[in-house]
C-alpha cells in the first residue's frame, strides 16, 4: 500500500513545474536514500549502492539532454520579423539569426554516497551572423536526508559559467544627415537615435539553469 501511495505521490511531482530547466527529471527521481527504498520508489533508475557507488559510471546518472534553451528561443523568434528601408527595401532578420545548429545542454548526477550527488553537465552553445551564445558548463549539487521514516528534507544549487547571449551590431548608413553609424540591427528603422538602439542590444546569461531549492517530502 506504501508503495502504491509513493509512486502516485511522485507520478503527481512529475507534473508541476519542473526546476533546472529539465523536460522529464524531477529531484523525487534522485533520490539519495537507502537502495531498497530507492527501488521502491523509482525502478527505472539503477541507483548504486555504498559499495557500488565506488564505480564513477555506476554511481552517474543522466538526468537531462535536450536541444534548444531560453536564450535559443528567444532569438528564433527574431527570424520572421524584419523592415522596410526609406526606399521601400525589405530587410529581413532570418539571415541574421538563423544558425546551423541549436544550443544543445546535457546533464548528470553523481552520486558521491547515500546522501549527497554531484551535478555537472555543458551546452554547446550556438551562433548566428548577429548573435553569439557561448559554451556554457553546469555544476551543482543536491544533499537529501532522511528525516523520519517517511520524511525527507533536500537542498539543491546549481550555476552555470558561460552560457551568455550575447548580440552584435550593425553598421548603417544614414545618408547625408546621419552618414554611417553603429545601431542595433533590430532596430536600424526605429524613431531612436542610432546610439540609443545600442542600449537594447541582447547580453543575457541562461538564469533558468541557475538556482538554489529547499524541499521538504512527506510521504503517507
Given amino acids: 500500500m506504501l508503495k502504491q501511495k509513493v509512486i502516485s505521490l511522485l507520478l503527481k511531482s512529475v507534473a508541476t513545474p519542473l526546476f533546472l530547466g529539465l523536460a522529464t527529471f524531477h529531484l523525487a527521481h534522485a533520490n539519495l536514500l537507502e537502495p531498497e527504498y530507492q527501488q521502491a520508489t523509482n525502478p527505472s533508475i539503477p541507483w548504486a549502492s555504498s559499495t557500488e557507488a565506488d564505480n564513477f559510471f555506476d554511481a552517474t546518472h543522466l538526468l537531462d539532454m535536450r536541444q534548444g534553451s531560453i536564450l535559443s528561443d528567444k532569438v528564433s523568434d527574431f527570424r520572421s520579423m524584419g523592415y522596410e528601408t ?22 548528470w548526477m553523481t552520486q558521491i554516497d547515500k546522501q549527497n550527488g554531484f551535478i555537472w553537465g555543458f551546452s554547446t552553445g550556438e551562433k548566428g551572423v548577429k548573435y553569439n551564445i557561448s559554451p556554457g558548463l553546469t555544476l551543482g549539487f543536491i544533499h537529501q536526508r532522511e528525516l523520519g521514516k517517511n520524511m525527507s528534507f533536500t537542498i539543491q544549487g546549481t550555476t552555470v559559467i558561460g552560457g551568455w547571449l550575447k548580440e552584435k551590431s550593425c553598421m548603417a548608413d544614414y545618408g547625408e544627415i546621419g552618414g554611417v553609424q553603429e545601431v542595433n540591427c533590430r532596430l536600424a ?19 533558468e539553469d541557475s538556482m538554489l531549492m529547499v524541499k521538504f517530502t512527506y510521504l503517507f
Avoid at 86 to 106: E, L, P, Q
Avoid at 189 to 207: D, F, G, I, Q, V
Fill in 189 to 207: 528603422a526605429s524613431t531612436l537615435e542610432p546610439k540609443e538602439t545600442l542600449k537594447y542590444l541582447l547580453n543575457e546569461r541562461p538564469k
Fill in 86 to 107: 526609406a526606399t521601400g527595401k525589405r530587410v529581413n532578420f532570418n539571415k541574421w539569426y538563423s544558425t546551423k545548429w541549436t544550443d544543445f545542454r546535457i546533464l
